[in-house]
């Protein structure tokens, strides 16, 4: 099992995600600490990736953005080891299978374990194919992130009866981005995957505002914010650290159900 | 191992948003695929509407010229639409009808695809959005204009190299955005399970028939069946009644744009490697740490940087080989049989058409090929005169 479980510790979680080298790797190095410092609980860093189907058109232009700037598996690696040095909390890395599968597996998630990844999200990785990686996650110790739909159904059982980590719920239909009401019964899946398993549950996917945050909070056990952040980063480039740790700050006293102002 | 594998090929590689949606389709196929009434729409489509079967036409112009086997040419260029994309999607859309769905999505490269899914939708009176790369919305300004005459609604994709794998993604996203009334028709052999397996199942009547018509003309197999093969729709269809008889060489013809050895190619079997993307474990060209690369051909179909897994399985075999043909080598092709057959083949086609003019003089007489004329080359016109030097816009 990895740290995970202590981003969740008698608290909600909030989970910031940034892309790996948007605008450039020392950015990314710098918002991981600011992020840590301002409430995160756990940090998702995106591996940025040519064709990101189930990214909406800001984590698309980051993606491309980062790439431009000579983003790599292998420096991102490089540049979480060195961020390691300060930042205690859980990071897991978002990847598509392809960026794993061409590294080659056990070199993939040996780096994990040598750099501090703590988990891996892979949106291309159904239940049916997690196989695919299901065994090397295990034998490094690093939790293979299973995600839930508002079109699972019944396949949230299946699903979270293996979780390991936490569980990722997708609040919406579609890609990520912004949305400004979220109408899924999130409730309703949160409540289902209760039903079958103690692992945590934190809600991604459309959220931006602390009240939409603090609502999803409410239901799981942590908020999980993408496109809003990657926003403040487009829009700041070099000088987004402290936009970015502002915002999480506010956000990371939503879902704590602190009053909001 | 998972659903709808080649070997180690295929799989659903996909978010789980879609796994409901792809579950259903399969399900509705499986139940489809042996309900009479659905098999004799489809015939009856196939007979009526689309004109099948296509004629296989013996060549003897170009078999004399070249000097060795037989050649027969599978004419998919007679079907309606101009290609072999009907026969997919005419069983894709009729199925999504069958499913209570009222809204087809496709991607498409050229835009044979998009047509064809924009025709099937028109007639069976379904809702229809194409999603195509901006570089193809601009180079194939005609056949967008084509799609809104059918009552498409297309939509010039803008993200990454704005070209068709970049098509393909916006159309999965889509798809994601909503399914409940939405099928997406997908065009090749390609994606995740069932798709390669729906669409070579409705693209083996190309093979089907070959191996009739051949054994009524010459009574017997062909020695070697070639074809084109991009995500490989046409050459799975024209292979895959073959695939048990092994002493049929199974020949797909791969665009090697400038050549191999540059980076303008979309050679995936020659110069591709494992990965997994759009939904399936294959073979892309992609660079050490995965990023799927700009691919290049002059033809707009086999502009992709992958192939179907049931492809890579056959090469990975030896059952079938494949072969890369250069831009110059398909032009050459598509002259050679507009001069001797008086038959302009799309550029596409012209890959396989390329070797056969190599290979066709290396067998005996007695020997017999068949290629298969995926499309015709309308659409192309303009495209080679500029590759000529003259200058001819649409």
Known sequence: MSNIYKAFENKKAFIPFVTGGDPNLDVTEKLLAAMEEAGADLIEIGVPFSDPIAEGIVIQEANERALAAGCTTDRLFDMVKRAREKVTVPIVFLTYINPIYTYGKERFLKRCVECGIDGLIVPDLPFEEKKEIAGECEAFGVDLISLVAPTSNERIRMIAKEAKGFIYCVSSLGVTGVRSEIKTDVGEMTAMIREETQVPCAVGFGISTPEQAAKMARISDGAIVGSAIVKIVASYGENAVAPVAEYVKKMKAAVSGESLR | ?394
Not at chain 2, 138 to 144: H, I, K, M
Not at chain 2, 145 to 150: A, G, P, S
Not at chain 2, 300 to 315: K, N, Q, R, V
Not at chain 2, 365 to 372: A, G, L
Request: a negative charge; glycine letters at 10%.
């Open chain 2, 1 to 394: 191992m998972s659903e709808g594998r080649y070997g180690e090929y295929g799989g659903q590689y996909i978010p789980e948003t879609l796994m409901n949606a792809v579950h259903e389709l399969e399900e509705a196929y499986n139940t489809y695929k042996e309900d009479p009434d659905f098999v004799a729409e489809l015939d009856d489509l196939y007979r009526n509407y689309a004109g099948r079967p296509s004629r296989l036409y013996y060549a003897e112009k170009m078999t004399k010229d070249l000097g060795g086997a037989k050649i027969y040419l599978k004419r998919e260029d007679l079907n309606h639409t101009g290609s072999h994309k009907i026969n997919n999607v005419l069983g894709q859309v009729l199925l999504a009808k069958k499913m209570g769905k009222t809204r087809v999505i496709a991607e498409t490269g050229a835009g044979q695809h998009g047509v064809a899914t924009a025709t099937a939708a028109a007639l069976m009176g379904m809702e229809c959005e194409v999603f195509m790369g901006k570089e193809d919305t601009d180079r194939q300004a005609l056949n967008v204009y084509r799609m809104e005459l059918l009552g498409a609604k297309v939509h010039a994709v803008t993200s990454g190299t704005m070209t068709l794998k970049d098509a393909v993604n916006e159309t999965m996203r889509e798809w994601t955005r909503r399914m409940d009334d939405t099928l997406y028709v997908l065009g090749s052999v390609m994606g995740p399970h069932p798709f390669p397996m729906i669409v070579r199942d409705f693209q083996k009547i190309i093979g089907k028939e070959i191996k009739e018509q051949i054994a009524e003309r010459e009574g017997r197999l062909p020695d070697a069946v070639i074809a084109c093969v991009g995500g490989g729709s046409n050459a799975m269809g024209a292979f895959y009644e073959f695939i048990p008889h092994k002493e049929v060489q199974l020949i797909g013809c791969e665009a090697a744009g400038l050549g191999v050895d540059t980076s303008k190619h979309a050679a995936t079997i020659a110069k591709g490697s494992e990965g997994i993307f759009h939904g399936m474990k294959s073979l892309f060209c992609q660079d050490e740490y995965g990023q799927i690369a700009p691919v290049y051909s002059i033809s707009a179909g086999l502009d992709y940087p992958g192939i179907g897994p049931e492809h890579a399985h056959l090469a990975g075999t030896g059952r079938a080989r494949y072969v890369p043909i250069t831009d110059e080598e398909a032009v050459a092709a598509f002259e050679y049989l507009s001069r001797t057959e008086g038959i302009i083949p799309a550029v596409e086609s012209a890959h396989a058409v390329a070797y056969a003019r190599k290979l066709a003089p290396t067998m005996e007489k007695d020997k017999i090929i068949v290629i298969n004329i995926s499309g015709r080359g309308d659409k192309d016109v303009a495209a080679i005169a500029r590759y000529r030097g003259v200058e001819i816009y649409e």
